[in-house]
């Protein structure tokens, strides 16, 4: 993977950047951030821990019953099935409630297999994405883009 698409893909400043560092929600809710996560991800095989957050919270805004009833589906099909190739790793527990929810589905039902994906992340791979190339590489583009714009405005 090369990480220089990443970087010149993406727009953030240099103190977005900064703050992902700090704070992983923050990261989380910015569409940039979880990109060059979303890239991260991927290249560690695990890209469908995000997809499978970010479906969650689609299905958390809709309200239309059959729309739930259907993005229910699919998000039991893509990621929590045991026969999808994208199956995220829940237990046992909370796996077994999601079952039990598909007869009656909800914007909601979700919600605990969506805080265990995210604290996964948030635990495992967040540490691991800031010591990487990518984020590095994206900061060092950030404080680039920042010094250039600085010494133009010195002139």
Not at 27 to 32: A, D, G, K, V
Not at 119 to 129: A, E, G, K, Q, V
């Amino acid at each position: 993977m090369k990480s220089s698409k990443i970087s010149h893909s993406l727009h953030p400043t240099l103190d977005e950047v900064i703050a992902w560092s700090r704070s992983f929600e923050m990261m989380m809710r910015s569409p940039e951030g979880r990109d060059v996560f979303r890239e991260f991800l991927r290249s560690e095989y695990s890209e469908e821990n995000l997809m499978f957050w970010m479906a969650c919270e689609e299905l958390k805004k809709e309200s239309n019953p059959s729309a739930i009833n259907e993005k229910a589906r699919i998000i039991y099909e893509d990621y929590v099935s045991i026969l999808s190739p994208k199956e995220v790793s829940l237990d046992s527990r909370v796996r077994e409630g999601i079952n039990q929810s598909l007869a009656e589905p909800s914007s909601t039902m979700y919600e605990e297999a969506q805080l265990q994906i995210y604290t996964l992340m948030h635990r495992d791979s967040f540490p691991r994405f800031l010591n990487s190339s990518v984020y590095r590489d994206l900061l060092n583009s950030a404080t680039f883009k920042r010094c250039d714009v600085s010494y133009f405005k010195s002139e």
